[in-house]
């Protein structure tokens, strides 16, 4: 679940906080949420963050009182990290999606469908809550695939942030899945509907809600969703907002027992765009070092782990134990927590500028910008050697391109107040690194920076 940057969508206007809510759980009715028009649609993604946020913050504190294990800094750092790549890949592809579905009910449509019916409302529900089933099932089911999708997966920790862990190229691939529905529902009542879908599933990632009773039947709820994370029993319970598919086509399975959350082969790394990428690397070599074209094409479009080296992902549970060793974890002083949330938050303002630039060699500009920024503050939490020279250079660069654009007339971001900002921060910055590596020879970082 990730911000919907979709072109065509209405500006979004703060709902009230009761309707903001309602939505996140999709308790809203037909009236409210049928529109003619594509461009009536609002950003109800967006719209949803800050009770997402909100939502969190609830769950941090339950967690406490029930003397749960709360969230820990570098992997919420890192479930924002994930989110922020993905939604600025996406800034690029913004809008294709839905222009291929338009395309479709405009020339292909075999019915008309009311636009203001109830039974227009509520195809459009179970048409798009079917197509995420399938395309979630396939997504774990083919491996190259699966090499989006697991981003989701990648997080040990399982909280609502977890929702956040999104990846940036599955939407080009699940959305092919859902184009069928063009033959029938108009492209107001899709949108509205996929959005809501993956709204929904937000409150699904949470260790603190129990059983709901005779809701399990129909909902999918928190405790099939934990189920589908759990590293044993990963290819059950696919469903968005119901579990009747799952009981439907014999991929449910209630909840029993302890879950270990997580990938089986750990990515053991705070650094958001390698988690992005890292699956698709392994299947590139993966592809180059295997012989034969059928093995080759096994590779690609076989299951997860179905190759010659590595056993199935979906067989049963006795051939994956839990893991013995404890969960990836790097600790870093306070001070380095406030210099990592300081960045990452320059990086999320920046982000945020990013839609107003015109100029195309501008956006991916900033892409790489903020993506090294990111990795740079995850290889400080992962406390890399490296991390002292990868963050110097990047202060140190970025400071270099403010003085290039500000002897050009322009600035670093569209905002000023948030120009100097940024470069007042990386000036003191570059003096933090800067005395750091002369008073630790970067030989002997390794372990200081923690």
């Not at 399982?158 to 859902?178: D, G, K």
């Not at 799952?246 to 027992?257: A, I, V, W």
């Not at 698709?280 to 010659?308: D, E, M, S, Y």
């Not at 963050?391 to 500000?406: D, I, K, P």
Request: charged share 15%; proline share 6%; with cysteine.
């Amino acid at each position: 679940m990730s911000g919907l940057q979709g072109a065509q969508m209405a500006p979004s206007t703060a709902p009230t906080f009761s309707t903001g809510l309602r939505q996140i759980f999709y308790l809203v009715t037909p009236a409210e949420t049928t529109f003619e028009a594509l461009e009536d649609v609002p950003n109800y993604v967006k719209q949803a963050m800050p009770f997402v946020v909100l939502l969190f913050l609830v769950e941090t504190l339950v967690a406490w009182i029930q003397k749960r294990t709360t969230p820990r800094f570098n992997n919420v750092i890192a479930s924002g990290g994930v989110a922020l790549v993905t939604q600025i890949v996406r800034l690029l592809t913004v809008g294709v999606e839905m222009m291929a579905y338009v395309w479709l009910y405009r020339h292909l449509r075999l019915v008309d469908m009311s636009w203001d019916s109830p039974l227009t409302w509520w195809t459009a529900f179970f048409g798009v809550e079917f197509g995420y089933y399938w395309s979630h099932r396939l997504h774990h089911e083919v491996n190259i695939l699966w090499a989006a999708h697991q981003v989701h997966h990648s997080s040990d920790d399982y909280n609502i942030l977890s929702s956040l862990r999104t990846s940036a190229f599955q939407r080009c691939s699940s959305f092919l899945l859902y184009l069928p529905l063009a033959l029938v529902v108009p492209p107001a009542a899709f949108l509205v509907h996929y959005q809501l879908n993956l709204l929904y599933q937000a409150w699904l990632h949470t260790e603190v809600v129990g059983s709901l009773g005779p809701l399990e039947y129909i909902l999918n709820t928190p405790t099939h969703h934990r189920v589908h994370h759990g590293r044993n029993h990963m290819g059950k319970n696919y469903g968005g907002t119901l579990i009747i598919w799952d009981r439907m086509f014999g991929t449910f399975h209630q909840e029993s027992g302890p879950l270990v959350y997580g990938l089986r082969a750990a990515v053991n790394t705070w650094d958001p765009v390698w988690i992005q990428f890292h699956h698709f690397v392994c299947i590139w070599h993966a592809f180059f070092k295997t012989p034969g074209l059928w093995n080759k094409t096994r590779v690609l479009f076989a299951g997860p782990g179905r190759t010659l080296r590595y056993k199935p992902q979906l067989e049963s549970t006795q051939e994956f134990p839990k893991r013995p060793t404890p969960k990836y974890d790097s600790k870093v002083s306070m001070g380095w927590v406030c210099y990592v949330l300081m960045h990452f938050a320059l990086a999320l303002l920046t982000a945020r500028t990013i839609p107003k630039d015109l100029s195309i060699f501008g956006t991916v500009g900033k892409l790489a910008s903020i993506m090294w920024t990111l990795s740079s503050i995850a290889a400080i939490l992962d406390c890399r050697p490296i991390a002292p020279i990868m963050e110097l250079s990047r202060c140190m660069s970025v400071l270099g391109t403010g003085f290039l654009l500000w002897l050009s007339g322009a600035l670093l971001t569209s905002q000023p107040v948030l120009t100097v900002v940024t470069l007042a921060c990386h000036a003191a910055s570059v003096v933090i690194w800067t005395v750091y590596l002369m008073k630790s020879p970067y030989v002997a970082t390794r372990g200081k920076i923690c």
